[in-house]
């Protein structure tokens, strides 16, 4: 290789691959080796012409006295892009080739069956979600003066004093809201919502950016994977900076996106543990995914948001352990390896269905949760509506600070 492209590193242990020169090759021009080469025993061309070049090559050698005479293209491993035109087909080993490499046929079908039900479930999932808006479309919450009332009324509820709260404000007053809806909602024993102040801090800077650097990380991941995994998505390559740096940034991302999604949760497990009022909402999801909603007092996250969470944990670190195999080859066997990359692409299949249908919900579905991971704040109808028993905590302990800065 004029370049010296092609070459193995000691100290890393890595073997740097031939590109074809794909640079030139997209040019018009033929790979580097090729022109240099002073004898013209290298050609490069489509798989078709290479093969029918190289049998003519074979028969030439044949009868010359050559009788053992091949064309190097091992049918065990599925071809090679490389083909080699041995004099000595009974000596292979003096060529430094393999006399019959073979990779077992289950992986090959283990493969191509994932790339099938990969594509067909990333396709099926895209067109189901835009199905699924046009069925039901946004899902917003009530005015609100109903909101904040039917929160609060939820915890009178739960102390068994109260009433709904939406019942009280269609019938025209009560603790709910005045008939003509010139006051505020009023709280437990008495005393008045403070004006309404539109939004509600969620998330904190801290939680933004580490949000947004998961986010961000698994776009990556995601956009990569598929250049590597699916022979029709090579095109990425390009968008993402070629193909070795695709092969070197990949792994490295993902122990970004795993050290990022340590500290999410370490940061917020707390939050994600489950209660009674979550096994509840499990056993109402059916009305969730038909209306949006289920009337129930949830705290900062609902149990889909809870499931969620755990799911991604839990793949983010799988991805990262069947991925160590493919990151460093050499050190494991054979097995392993065919393990880890069936493994890793299941995963992979499975992160990007929750991706879907996170990215989908929290910003087609329902109006307002994006802002919660931009700017920090959602509506106050919003937090009131599908996380009551969380608002009443944080506008608790917002009074309290408006108070203690009064004072």
Request: charged letters at 20%.
């Amino acid at each position: 290789c004029p370049f010296d492209i092609p070459r193995f590193d000691e100290e890393t242990k890595k073997v740097y691959k031939c590109t074809l020169c794909v640079d030139r090759v997209s040019n018009g021009l033929e790979p580097a080796c090729v022109k240099a080469c002073p004898t013209g025993s290298i050609r490069f061309g489509t798989k078709e012409d290479m093969v029918a070049y190289g049998e003519e090559k074979v028969a030439k050698l044949a009868a010359r006295g050559f009788d053992n005479a091949m064309l190097y293209d091992p049918e065990g491993v599925g071809g090679l892009h490389m083909m080699y035109v041995v004099p000595r087909g009974d000596m292979l080993a003096g060529y430094d080739l393999p006399e019959d490499p073979e990779v077992p046929g289950t992986y090959f079908t283990s493969l191509r069956a994932l790339r099938t039900l990969g594509t067909a479930s990333m396709w099926a999932g895209l067109l189901g979600v835009g199905l699924f808006f046009l069925r039901t479309g946004r899902r917003r919450p009530p005015p609100e003066e109903v909101a904040i009332a039917e929160a609060y009324a939820k915890k009178e509820g739960r102390d068994g004093n109260g009433s709904s709260a939406r019942g009280d404000a269609a019938a025209g007053g009560g603790a709910a809201t005045t008939a003509t809806g010139d006051r505020e909602p009023s709280r437990p024993g008495g005393a008045l919502a403070p004006p309404d102040e539109g939004e509600i801090q969620r998330y904190s800077l801290f939680d933004r950016i580490l949000h947004w650097a998961i986010a961000l990380s698994f776009i990556y991941l995601l956009l990569s994977g598929l250049a590597l995994g699916y022979p029709r998505m090579a095109w990425l390559y390009d968008v993402l900076g070629g193909g070795q740096t695709v092969r070197w940034m990949h792994p490295v991302i993902g122990v970004v996106l795993t050290v990022a999604t340590v500290i999410m949760f370490v940061a917020w497990v707390k939050d994600m543990l489950f209660s009674s009022v979550d096994r509840a909402w499990v056993r109402n999801l059916g009305t969730y995914v038909r209306s949006g909603h289920v009337d129930l007092d949830v705290g900062r996250y609902n149990a889909g948001q809870k499931g969620y969470f755990w799911f991604a944990v839990l793949t983010t670190v799988l991805l990262l352990v069947t991925g160590i195999p493919l990151w460093f080859p050499g050190s494991f066997g054979l097995g392993l390896l065919q393990l880890s990359r069936v493994s890793h692409h299941v995963l992979f299949l499975l992160a990007v269905a929750g991706f879907i249908i996170h990215v989908y919900m929290s910003t087609a579905m329902f109006p307002g949760t994006m802002g919660a991971m931009t700017s920090g704040r959602v509506p106050r109808r919003w937090a009131a509506f599908h996380h009551p028993a969380w608002f009443r905590r944080k506008d608790r302990d917002d009074d309290a600070t408006t108070d203690t800065g009064a004072a």
